[in-house]
């Protein structure tokens, strides 16, 4: 669950990021955004392309965590407004995946909508019980400070009906418990090979949750509590003890089949994925709420044809650029 693919966050640290200027009228200034939101800019590359960087000092995070943002052609001249995607990323990765590993760039071509990939390390797009490095308040930073941040320094449609919200694997997590908590927030969410159902199989996604948020962004503490879970907590991120929370939204769930020959742990991770999304989907049907899904071969990896499947469907529910 927690890995997302074969490049290591070694390797994606040590590439650049996106570049590109950015902001509230065409045509745009350099270093058009500025601070807010709890958010003050500590680095930042914009050279008036369609991918942008910054990099944040926040209260929310003991690092300074960064973001792409990734803007519709034509944006700097265009003077409209556009929908946002936030893409979240999977585990052991970071806000650089889906550009130097799955060409997001290329896969939005054309597509006019905004595109923004934020940070997460292995934190499960949470506030943590504990943490034994410092703040590690993902879902405030997300929420709280990011989200007004991106409506106050970019031309987006600032309501229910102009975001949306997907991801990868952990970040497939993120989107459904994000959507169900937020209500009002965003419109459509995906989730490409995220769990959807944290107490199944005696819990066995939120182990994954506390073991690989102990490891890897909490110094050995966890999100949920260990030995003895913030059942609260559990139940308020659990997607589907949230089934009511998903009326009115557009869904779609992707998983795969078939065990990976290569990565053992891979094909647990989808194995549990599916199982999970099975799970969340027949409470859908039972609460009669409309979804789309798709059960593919092939193990736990982000799929870049039902990505831009499911991209095309967002664009269709959400409001216009113009």
């Not at 965590?65 to 893409?87: E, F, I, M, Q, T």
């Not at 059960?295 to 870049?304: A, L, N």
Request: neutral net charge; hydrophobic residues 40%.
């Amino acid at each position: 669950m927690s890995i997302t693919s074969k490049t290591s966050r070694r390797a994606l640290l040590l590439g650049s990021a996106g570049l590109v200027g950015g902001a509230l009228a065409a045509p745009l200034p350099a270093s058009a955004a500025g601070d807010g939101h709890g958010l003050r800019i500590v680095d930042r590359n914009e050279n008036g392309g369609r991918l942008q960087y910054y990099r944040f000092a926040t209260d929310a995070i003991a690092w300074d965590p960064a973001v792409n943002v990734l803007l519709p052609d034509g944006y700097h001249w265009s003077g409209k407004r556009y929908p946002v995607l936030y893409l979240l990323h999977g585990g052991n990765a970071d806000f650089r995946t889906f550009h130097m590993q799955d060409n997001i760039i290329n896969l939005t071509a054309g597509k006019e909508i905004i595109v923004v990939m934020p940070d997460a390390s292995t934190g499960w797009y949470c506030n943590p019980v504990g943490s034994n490095t410092g703040p590690r308040n993902w879902e405030t930073f997300h929420i709280g400070q990011l989200l007004p941040w991106i409506e106050s320094n970019f031309r987006t449609f600032p309501e229910y009906n102009g975001r949306a919200v997907a991801g990868f694997s952990m970040g497939g997590f993120g989107a459904l418990k994000y959507t169900a908590k937020y209500y009002g927030h965003f419109c459509s969410v995906s989730s490409h090979s995220g769990p959807a159902s944290l107490r199944r199989d005696f819990g066995l996604v939120v182990h994954w949750a506390n073991a690989t948020s102990a490891a890897l962004d909490l110094g050995g503490a966890t999100v949920y509590g260990a030995p003895f879970w913030d059942e609260a907590r559990v139940s308020a991120d659990n997607p589907v003890q949230r089934i009511g929370s998903y009326h009115n939204k557009r869904i779609f769930l992707a998983a795969g089949t078939s065990p990976d020959p290569v990565n053992w742990f891979d094909s647990v991770n989808e194995t549990q994925v599916l199982a999970g999304q099975r799970e969340f989907r027949a409470e859908l049907g039972r609460a009669g709420i409309p979804h789309e899904w798709h059960e593919v071969p092939g193990g736990h990896y982000f799929r870049h044809e039902l990505f831009v499947h499911d991209l095309n469907g967002m664009l269709g529910r959400l409001r216009r650029a113009g």
